[in-house]
């Protein structure tokens, strides 16, 4: 690359993050597309589903495995997982993308989108008990971007991570994609059995959307933190499913747009 520095032009290689395409399979049938930086893809796959709500937790996957997807030279690419479902669990009757749920409602209604995604979710988020320290959440943003190892070599990745009420960080993903890297985290729980994620935040390194509080809905978490700002859609999400969400989150401040009595002052 030629990296130009003001009046200094030099030559040199560089580091660029990964993307490529993964596709989604249920029992063969192709279910979804995303373009994701390999790596934690059965993460990703859990947590996709999960937040969809295909699946409700671990005990509805009976299988998944890497098919056969190969390149011009026959090497397995690795860019299609294949889920078979537990007995009893029935598929989506249309094939899912990243409007799914909005284009279930009406496509371009707001307030039916978030009437579609109340309704969706198995937990309730209002009721969580969870409560935090200002300065506990103001140091979720460095924490997050120290655990960041590919990030700080490429500069080119979202991360999402998962920290408990007290500030531990339980567990983080990056991804080229936001909505990947946040399906990675709750797959990672979905795995684990955890799900619902109650009691704890989920923090992601660029703004706030519509899809990402859904996501934290269907998941169960109760709280949304984001360094930049949330979108119209994502506080009025947050405010009916009474998660609280928390915006351009840096330094020593940060806004709380829903349920601000979870946040303790100081």
């Known amino acids: 690359m030629l990296r130009i520095r003001g009046p200094v032009h030099t030559t040199r290689p560089d580091t660029v993050a990964s993307e490529e395409p993964l596709e989604i399979r249920l029992n063969g049938s192709p279910l979804a597309v995303t373009m994701r930086t390999p790596g934690a893809d059965f993460d990703l796959v ?8 295909v699946i409700a937790g671990i005990e509805d996957v009976a299988g998944l495995r890497y098919c056969n997807s190969v390149d011009d030279e026959g090497r397995n690419t690795y860019n299609v997982v294949d889920v078979d479902l537990a007995t009893g669990v029935e598929p989506p009757a249309t ?3 990243r409007n799914f749920l909005t ?8 307030k039916a989108s978030i009437e ?3 309704t969706r979710s198995r937990h309730d988020v209002a009721a969580d008990p969870i409560r935090l320290d200002l300065g506990t959440l103001l140091a979720m943003p460095d924490r997050l971007r120290a655990a960041q190892e590919v990030f700080s070599k490429t500069g080119g990745l979202h991360a999402a991570g998962l920290f408990t009420a007290d500030g531990e960080l339980v567990s983080l993903r990056e ?3 936001r909505h990947n890297a946040v399906d990675k985290v709750i797959g990672d729980g979905v795995r684990e059995g955890r799900l619902p994620l109650a009691g704890h935040v989920l923090m992601v390194s660029g703004r706030a959307s519509f899809e990402l509080t859904q996501k934290a809905a ?9 360094v930049s700002a949330p979108s119209s859609l994502a506080v ?8 609280t ?10 806004n709380v747009y829903s349920r601000t009595d979870r946040v303790l002052l100081d």
């Open 95 to 97: 094939a899912l993308d």
């Open 116 to 118: 579609a995604i109340r």
């Open 245 to 254: 969400l928390v915006g351009f989150l840096r330094g020593d401040g940060c």
């Open 175 to 177: 991804d080229v994609g």
């Open 46 to 53: 859990h947590g996709f589903l999960a937040t969809e709500g």
């Open 236 to 243: 009025e999400l947050a405010a009916d499913a009474g998660i």
């Open 103 to 110: 284009s279930s409602s009406c496509g371009v209604c707001g």
């Open 218 to 226: 269907m998941a169960g978490i109760p709280v949304l933190a984001a």
